[in-house]
């Protein structure tokens, strides 16, 4: 079954970094773009990065762009977020995210558990 779980959130202080991974499995993993979503108590959950199956290409949210970095290393299933010169609001629970067709070609959304992230001083 597809699964995926998130890795390496935690405390970190304004200005600091934090590299988060997420582990996949139950698909081809190459064949599929990945992406991390952020959710603040009580407000939508919101899209920070994707990337393409092949890593040729991503995307950012306007308020991580120049600070964070997607990447993938599709050897190994996993997908990272390094992220740099981390703010308060960053302060969220980070989730990784797959839109995945399986085997009766239906698409299904799979998401991970989720790891808090807390940027405070």
């Known amino acids: 079954q597809v699964h995926l779980m998130e890795s390496g959130g935690g405390l970190v202080q304004p200005g600091g970094s934090l590299r988060l991974s997420c582990v996949a499995s139950?698909?081809?993993?190459?064949?599929?773009?990945m992406s991390w979503y952020r959710q603040h108590p009580g407000k939508e959950r919101e899209l920070v990065a994707v990337?393409?199956?092949?890593?040729?290409?991503?995307n950012y949210a306007d308020f991580v762009k120049g600070r964070f970095a997607i990447s993938r290393d599709n050897a190994k299933n996993t997908v990272d977020l390094q992220m740099n010169i981390l703010k308060p609001e960053d302060t969220a629970v980070y989730y990784c995210y797959a839109k995945v067709q399986v085997q009766n070609n239906r698409w299904y959304d799979f998401w991970g558990q989720g790891t808090q992230v807390t940027v405070s001083a």
């Open positions: 990337i393409s199956g092949d890593g040729s290409s991503t």
């Open positions: 139950g698909f081809a993993f190459s064949k599929f773009a």
